[in-house]
């Protein structure tokens, strides 16, 4: 299984961004995909996911009204549009995936197959 995320860079605050996250290798419509965040010294967290063919989503409080999370099947691809950006949304955002259904517990080990992380910079 591959996953790759695209879409990262440079942004001033309350500017915009969309991520990608292209997936391969696994029966797309059967996974959620979740995106998941590591700022600075700080721990990997889980901001978003969108679940399978339901499409049902989750979003931590801290993104809410802000970032949107969809997907789209035939091309086996997910996108976070992030809208009024923050420096502190600043860190590298990965896409990961699991069976079926996002849970709101939001934990890496829940999570299967990981992409590469792409970074994300919102300056002041």
């Known amino acids: 299984v591959q996953l790759q995320a695209s879409g990262g860079g440079l942004v001033q605050r309350g500017g915009s961004l969309r991520l990608s996250c292209a997936v391969s290798?696994?029966?797309?419509?059967?996974?959620?995909i979740g995106w998941f965040r590591q700022a600075p010294e700080k721990e990997r967290e889980g901001i978003s996911c969108v679940s399978s063919s339901v499409g049902s989503t989750y979003y931590a409080d801290s993104v809410k009204g802000r970032f949107t999370i969809s997907r789209d099947n035939a091309k086996k691809t997910v996108y976070l549009q992030m809208n009024n950006l923050k420096p502190e949304d600043t860190g590298v955002y990965y896409c990961?995936?699991?069976?079926?259904?996002?849970?709101?517990?939001?934990?890496?080990?829940?999570?299967?197959?990981w992409g590469q992380g792409t970074l994300v910079t919102v300056s002041s």
């Open positions: 990961t995936v699991r069976r079926f259904i996002c849970l709101p517990t939001m934990k890496n080990s829940e999570y299967d197959y």
């Open positions: 290798s696994l029966i797309f419509e059967d996974h959620a």
